[in-house]
T-cell receptor, first 115, second 113 residues
């Protein structure tokens, strides 16, 4: 199993540009989530999904959209990039629908810089 | 919602010494408390977790203790080794949902020779 994969590893955007961060998992996990990691602030939940067709907001959803058309994929879309979205983004999945109550498996991360 | 505070933000210990990281939480209904380790440039990985029906859990050199009355839980690493150097995060589920995890702000542990 490849586990949780993310692309790209690095990305530089200009303010106002849009892009999609890709996340895929091959473990047949129903629960998937997106976090951003900023220095001194830990990991903050952006959006999560408990199955195909079901998504919900986390702590910091503004400026981001998600969709879940398949169990395997959970892309994160930045609609109009802002410098405040400069961060490292991690996708995670969990074998339990109650993803907050079980181990989360993280992807390798995407480092995004918005100029 | 759940608020998780983590201390200290940095910790330096000599190889062989013990390290303790403490987290406090606000929601008395929380009942799952994981700890994640993140090495430099790597992804976070679960190292140990505890559920509220027990007060302590051990796995070789690491242990987690939980005090539900005081609403805090701690990570203990004994006989520290250089490979223990990393950032450690505690977490707890957000109130009323099994789907959202709130993380602490992290502790950077440095084990010196």
């Amino acid at each position: 199993n490849a586990g949780v994969t993310q692309t790209p590893k690095f990305q530089v955007l200009k303010t106002g540009q849009s892009m999609t961060l890709q996340c895929a998992q091959d473990m047949n996990h129903e629960y998937m989530s997106w976090y951003r990691q900023d220095p001194g602030m830990g990991l903050r939940l952006i959006h999560y999904s408990v199955g195909a067709g079901i998504t919900d907001q986390g702590e910091v959803p503004n400026g981001y959209n998600v969709s879940r058309s398949t169990t395997e994929d959970f892309p994160l879309r930045l609609l109009s990039a802002a410098p405040s979205q400069t961060s490292v983004y991690f996708c995670a999945s969990s074998p339990d629908l109650a993803g907050g109550y079980n181990e989360q498996f993280f992807g390798p991360g995407t480092r995004l810089t918005v100029l | 919602g759940e608020n998780v505070e983590q201390h200290p933000s940095t910790l330096s210990v000599q190889e062989g010494d013990s390290a303790v990281i403490k987290c406090t939480y606000s929601d008395s209904a929380s009942n799952y408390f994981p700890w994640y380790k993140q090495e430099l440039g790597k992804r976070p990985q679960l190292i140990i977790d505890i559920r509220s029906n027990v007060g302590e859990k051990k796995d070789q050199r690491i242990a987690v203790t939980l005090n539900k009355t005081a609403k805090h839980f701690s990570l203990h690493i004994t006989e520290t080794q250089p490979e223990d150097s990393a950032v450690y995060f505690c977490a707890a589920p957000l109130t009323g949902t099994a789907s959202k995890l709130t993380f602490g702000t992290g502790t950077r542990l440095q084990v010196t020779l």
